[in-house]
């Protein structure tokens, strides 16, 4: 079932708290001339109109990238997040956003390899159109998981996967979870993260619990609050990060108060960051 389609929630909060972060990993790589690679299994479309009917329609881009844009005194790392859109907008107006793979492209340098998947046809395409000719952009339409796995492990061999479902099917939690312990055999070095939404059903929990009966080690989870659960709706953004860069923590416990402050809908919200698995030898 393929009816999800990012146009309507680009730039919304969620994809706020997951591209910072993305910005965060990927300028860790980058404190390191050796080239990187960045492999995404669900990668959307790369540019979203935000005058389209689709952005329209849910206007969930107004509860956050249309917030930050008018921010002052941002965090070193939020402002870096926030310089890649604005590379995208060259008008000087918020015009686009740039998903995942755009955010990727805008920070890759000359070596880095990036390899997209997406397995909606139109999609695809249209991420098709946006790398054409470009350099070191591979866009596969086909299935990420299947993709991803058999481009593993990547060349170069240090960088960082990205795993961002829409979950619309509940069977994804569990897909997710079985993937992870095949790919970090086949990648034991290589940066994994995977998004999942805070809804009242909860069902990230047990994705999680089923993450770390595995035995993999060195898990770190940031979850972003913008109000306390409610009946109906995503209330939250979690992001998994296995074998986080050094000090990826202490980034984030400096941004991310912050960024939970700009986008607090109501009563509840807050963030949190703690480890679901220490790394190896610091248990
Ligand atoms: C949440 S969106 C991706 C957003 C993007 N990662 C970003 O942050 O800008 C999920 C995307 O996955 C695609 N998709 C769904 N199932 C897929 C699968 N099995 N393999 C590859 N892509 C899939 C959907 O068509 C959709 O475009």
């Given at each position: 079932?393929?009816?999800?389609?990012?146009?309507?929630?680009?730039?919304?909060?969620?994809?706020?708290?997951?591209?910072?972060?993305?910005?965060?990993?990927?300028?860790?790589?980058?404190?390191?001339?050796?080239?990187?690679?960045?492999?995404?299994?669900?990668?959307?479309?790369?540019?979203?109109?935000?005058?389209?009917?689709?952005?329209?329609?849910?206007?969930?881009?107004?509860?956050?990238?249309?917030?930050?844009?008018?921010?002052?005194?941002?965090?070193?790392?939020?402002?870096?997040?926030?310089?890649?859109?604005?590379?995208?907008?060259?008008?000087?107006?918020?015009?686009?956003?740039?998903?995942?793979?755009?955010?990727?492209?805008?920070?890759?340098?000359?070596?880095?390899?990036?390899?997209?998947?997406?397995?909606?046809?139109?999609?695809?395409?249209?991420?098709?159109?946006?790398?054409?000719?470009?350099?070191?952009?591979?866009?596969?339409?086909?299935?990420?998981?299947?993709?991803?796995?058999?481009?593993?492990?990547?060349?170069?061999?240090?960088?960082l996967?990205?795993?961002?479902?829409?979950?619309?099917?509940?069977?994804?939690?569990?897909?997710?979870?079985?993937?992870?312990?095949?790919?970090l055999?086949?990648?034991p070095n290589g940066c994994f993260?995977?998004?999942?939404?805070?809804?009242?059903?909860?069902?990230?929990?047990?994705?999680?619990?089923?993450?770390?009966?595995?035995?993999i080690a060195n898990i770190l989870?940031?979850?972003?609050?913008?109000?306390?659960?409610?009946?109906?709706?995503?209330?939250?953004?979690?992001?998994?990060i296995i074998n986080p860069p050094?000090?990826?923590?202490?980034?984030?416990?400096?941004?991310?108060?912050?960024?939970?402050?700009?986008?607090?809908?109501?009563?509840?919200?807050?963030?949190?960051?703690?480890?679901?698995?220490?790394p190896?030898?610091?248990?």
């Amino acid at each position: 079932m393929l009816s999800y389609l990012h146009g309507f929630h680009a730039g919304n909060f969620a994809d706020l708290h997951k591209h910072h972060l993305l910005v965060c990993l990927l300028s860790a790589l980058n404190r390191k001339a050796k080239p990187w690679s960045y492999l995404e299994t669900h990668s959307g479309k790369a540019f979203y109109a935000l005058d389209s009917d689709q952005a329209a329609k849910t206007a969930e881009f107004e509860q956050g990238i249309a917030r930050l844009w008018q921010a002052e005194s941002l965090p070193d790392s939020v402002e870096q997040y926030l310089e890649q859109v604005r590379q995208v907008n060259p008008s000087g107006g918020l015009q686009q956003y740039p998903g995942s793979p755009a955010l990727a492209a805008g920070l890759a340098r000359e070596g880095d390899q990036l390899h997209l998947m997406e397995l909606h046809p139109g999609e695809a395409q249209q991420l098709k159109r946006a790398f054409a000719g470009h350099d070191g952009v591979g866009v596969h339409h086909r299935d990420g998981y299947e993709g991803v796995m058999a481009l593993l492990p990547p060349k170069p061999n240090r960088g960082l996967v990205l795993i961002d479902p829409s979950y619309e099917v509940k069977a994804e939690y569990d897909q997710v979870a079985a993937f992870l312990p095949k790919a970090l055999k086949r990648w034991p070095n290589g940066c994994f993260v995977v998004w999942y939404p805070l809804l009242p059903a909860q069902r990230w929990k047990m994705m999680l619990e089923n993450i770390r009966r595995t035995g993999i080690a060195n898990i770190l989870c940031s979850e972003l609050q913008v109000g306390a659960a409610e009946e109906q709706g995503m209330y939250g953004s979690g992001m998994l990060i296995i074998n986080p860069p050094w000090q990826l923590d202490e980034v984030l416990n400096t941004s991310e108060p912050w960024l939970t402050d700009l986008l607090a809908q109501r009563v509840g919200a807050e963030r949190r960051l703690y480890w679901l698995a220490p790394p190896a030898g610091d248990c």
